[in-house]
């Protein structure tokens, strides 16, 4: 969604929000909001007149949300600045920017929920307004956004990116750095697509650690489909049941799933699970959201959840590749969508809580009537599920 041509008669508006919750190593916006907040107004929205509201360190959601209301309100021009963490409440899993005074406990409190910054412009006039978000957000997270397909869409055009933050990666404020400097340097405003798209191009991100908001600035080069698959000619156990072998991640010496092998080997998870996710979005915006491109980066996560000890979120990745390479219009005997569900079978099996069990069981069960695989894999489920009936 991009935005229009503004207004000349009406003024421009922009509302700056940074937080930093009380963490280590924050993503630190709060140094970079005077950068913006210095710059003209006008120049900053794109329009011949505007004024700017910045909002630094609060810790009470409701007086960011009267803020926020108060911006929906200007016919004009809207800029919206938004820059901090990203966490998720436990109870309704959604998602929050977390402010001064925000801890894991206290999400539903002391955060600003992200649904009601969209459910106050929600009734602006379209093409007025803008949102640019610089953000930060743990594993957890991260790999929530990644799997909803960026769940902070609302009724206005979204630019930026979110950070991976743990462990090994301390994201810096780089993309709002870059937008300031361009604003400073620029004889002339950009389009406001351009300019953010500039923005994206100049700041200095770690791309296996971004998660871009809008049109990506950069594509990797996309390997064969083919290249440095995950194997999975292993033997199978000898089982009651039938099983597919377990998978494991090949080594292709110069392509990503090689480094993904040595994150993972290695025990750095979380990293081997980011690097793909971020193949699996430049897979997306290449080819589409069903494609086979897509569903392959997607059977990586799950080799790396399956090797992190998370075999209910690998199976239901597997589950999920091969919806996508079926939608994408593979046959149901295709070997890769066959394999896809016969990792989630082999997956599915090593699940131990009932809930996941049986969550998971009904879906794959759908899919064996479809994808039969080996004699007697759909009545292995059904047995599954049925016996787990009786003990409950």
């Known amino acids: 969604m991009a935005t229009s041509t503004p207004p000349t008669h009406q003024p421009g508006y922009a509302l700056l929000i940074a937080a930093e919750p009380p963490v280590r190593h924050p993503l630190a916006v709060a140094a970079m909001l005077p950068q913006l907040a210095a710059i003209p107004p006008a120049r900053l929205v794109g329009t011949p007149h505007a004024s700017t509201v910045q909002l630094a360190a609060f810790d009470d959601p409701n007086t960011v949300l009267t803020a926020i209301r108060t911006a929906a309100a200007v016919e004009g021009q809207l800029l919206v600045y938004v820059a901090g963490h990203l966490v998720v409440d436990s109870r309704q899993h959604r998602l929050h920017l977390a402010l001064a005074r925000t801890t894991a406990r206290t999400i539903r409190y002391t955060a600003l929920p992200w649904h009601w910054l969209a459910a106050e412009l929600q009734h602006r006039a379209p093409g007025t307004t803008t949102v640019v978000a610089d953000l930060a957000a743990d594993t957890d997270v991260w790999q929530y956004l990644v799997q909803n397909e960026q769940p902070l869409n609302g009724p206005y055009a979204l630019f930026g990116a979110v950070q991976l933050w743990d462990r090994r990666h301390r994201p810096r404020p780089s993309y709002t750095h870059a937008l300031a400097h361009i604003l400073r340097a620029a004889s002339t405003r950009p389009p406001a697509d351009e300019l953010l798209h500039q923005a994206a191009r100049a700041a200095v991100l770690e791309e296996a650690a971004t998660l871009w908001l809008g049109p990506s600035p950069t594509t990797p080069t996309q390997p064969s489909p083919d290249?440095?698959?995950?194997?999975?000619?292993?033997?199978?156990?000898?089982?009651?049941?039938?099983?597919?072998?377990?998978?494991?991640?090949?080594?292709?010496?110069?392509?990503?799933?090689?480094?993904?092998?040595?994150?993972?080997?290695?025990?750095?998870?979380?990293?081997?699970?980011?690097?793909?996710?971020?193949?699996?979005?430049?897979?997306?915006?290449?080819?589409?959201?069903?494609?086979?491109?897509?569903?392959?980066?997607?059977?990586?996560?799950?080799?790396?959840?399956?090797?992190?000890?998370?075999?209910?979120?690998?199976?239901?990745?597997?589950?999920?590749?091969?919806?996508?390479?079926?939608?994408?219009?593979?046959?149901?005997?295709?070997?890769?969508?066959?394999?896809?569900?016969?990792?989630?079978?082999?997956?599915?099996?090593?699940?131990?809580?009932?809930?996941?069990?049986?969550?998971?069981?009904?879906?794959?069960?759908?899919?064996?009537?479809?994808?039969?695989?080996?004699?007697?894999?759909?009545?292995?489920?059904?047995?599954?599920?049925?016996?787990?009936?009786?003990?409950?």
């Open 227 to 392: 290249a440095g698959r995950p194997a999975v000619d292993l033997p199978t156990p000898r089982r009651e049941h039938p099983q597919p072998a377990e998978p494991s991640l090949a080594a292709a010496e110069d392509d990503p799933h090689h480094v993904i092998s040595q994150a993972s080997q290695a025990g750095r998870h979380s990293e081997a699970a980011a690097i793909a996710a971020a193949w699996e979005q430049a897979a997306l915006r290449e080819h589409g959201p069903t494609s086979p491109e897509v569903a392959h980066w997607i059977e990586v996560r799950a080799v790396v959840a399956l090797e992190a000890g998370a075999p209910d979120r690998a199976c239901g990745l597997w589950l999920r590749g091969a919806v996508v390479r079926m939608t994408a219009g593979q046959a149901e005997d295709h070997p890769d969508v066959v394999a896809a569900v016969d990792r989630a079978h082999y997956a599915w099996h090593q699940v131990t809580d009932p809930v996941r069990i049986r969550e998971l069981g009904t879906e794959l069960s759908t899919l064996r009537t479809q994808v039969t695989g080996k004699s007697g894999a759909r009545a292995d489920v059904q047995r599954r599920l049925a016996k787990l009936s009786q003990v409950v």
